[in-house]
């Protein structure tokens, strides 16, 4: 009996060595399906990071492409820029030609050859047709409505825009604008008046009022403004009307008036905004040329001198007066004894979203 027992417990222990076994198994497979799933959830995640860092690249390469583009439209422009400044010397030379050829013609007829007159003639008519296109080109581009010579080829980068359709100069007027020193503004203040407008620096606003009414768009409406104490129309019965850019007329008139003026009495810079607000409708852009801050406001002055500190004031209850979101472009031409002026006007010009400048003696 004792013998029987020792054979049975051999295939007892081989049937739980056969259990471990396949529980075993069992237990690997469950590892390796558990492994698999946590694959497949985390593998989204490693997709998407190559995918936003390709759109981040994409991104910016249009971003640079986009910069490139800027820089080729502003090449453009001023290339444009060139070819129009290009073709009014071309016109001006051209017209110097017919002046040149109709003289040669008016000396052949008096020689009566007639050869030489019909070959003149013939040029004549190509140069005529020439001019009526190169004319007709400028109207296209609507750069000029006034012819501007100024001396030889310089070029300035001013910043000053012609935009919008209705567009007003400011031009201030005042004692102060005969000279940049005080000494020298007395001076030409006891003057005659042929002496007060033949002044280089009242010579050099005129200048830059020119050099602004020949950049006025042809299909817009303008407005010259001048003041001191008290504000003007440079075309005489306009006050509170725009005029037309195309009407030739309106503009001699208001550059005969302004040669006739002479720079007198103070500056009211609050009369001349008054002045902007009774213009229908509103302007679209200011240009204003002066040389410093008021020295006059509403009511008369009590004593001859203002200080520094008054002139802020003044100037302060001027621009309260102007309505808001036009911009004011500030032409500034400085006197001494007006530290803040720059800055000030700086400020308004900014505050506007306009420009400033000073500019040289020799611009434009």
């Not at 054979?7 to 237990?27: E, R, T, W, Y």
């Not at 003639?121 to 400028?138: A, C, G, R, T, V």
């Not at 080829?153 to 005080?182: E, N, P, Q």
Request: contains cysteine; proline residues 5%.
């Amino acid at each position: 009996m004792a013998r029987n027992r020792r054979q049975i417990a051999p295939s007892n222990l081989s049937f739980l060595d056969i259990m471990s076994c396949g529980f075993g198994a069992a237990v690997l497979l469950f590892l390796i399906i558990k492994h698999n799933i946590d694959s497949d959830i985390s593998s989204p995640l490693n997709i998407t990071a190559p995918d936003l860092q390709s759109e981040i690249s994409l991104l910016e390469e249009e971003i640079h492409l986009g910069e490139k583009n800027l820089v080729a439209i502003k090449n453009t422009i001023e290339e444009i820029e060139q070819e129009i400044l290009i073709t009014q010397g071309l016109a001006q030379k051209i017209e110097k030609e017919i002046a040149a050829l109709s003289g040669r013609q008016k000396d052949l007829l008096v020689t009566r050859d007639d050869a030489k007159v019909d070959s003149l003639k013939s040029d004549l008519i190509k140069l005529e047709q020439q001019k009526k296109n190169l004319e007709k080109k400028l109207d296209e581009a609507g750069v000029a409505s006034r012819k501007f010579v100024g001396d030889g080829d310089r070029a300035y980068v001013s910043g000053l825009k012609m935009s919008g359709k209705y567009l007003l100069i400011l031009l201030d007027s005042s004692a102060s604008m005969l000279d940049k020193t005080i000494v020298n503004i007395i001076r030409r203040r006891n003057m005659s008046e042929d002496r007060k407008r033949n002044a280089p620096k009242w010579q050099h606003a005129i200048r830059i009022v020119e050099w602004l009414a020949a950049k006025f768009p042809l299909d817009s409406q303008f407005q010259i403004y001048h003041f001191n104490t008290d504000v003007e129309p440079l075309v005489t019965n306009s006050q509170g009307r725009w005029l037309y850019v195309k009407d030739k007329n309106k503009l001699d008139d208001a550059f005969t008036r302004l040669a006739q003026l002479a720079p007198t009495q103070g500056t009211n810079l609050e009369k001349a905004f008054m002045a902007v607000n009774r213009l229908n409708p509103k302007p679209d852009s200011i240009y204003l040329i002066t040389d410093g801050l008021p020295t006059q406001g509403a009511k008369p002055p009590r004593n001859t001198t203002i200080s520094s500190k008054d002139r802020m004031l003044l100037f302060d209850k001027a621009v309260k007066k102007l309505s808001d979101r036009i911009p004011v472009n500030i032409i500034l031409t400085p006197i001494e004894g007006d530290p803040n002026a720059a800055i000030t006007y700086w400020r308004l010009a900014r505050a506007t979203q306009g420009s400033f400048m000073s500019p040289a003696s020799d611009w434009p």
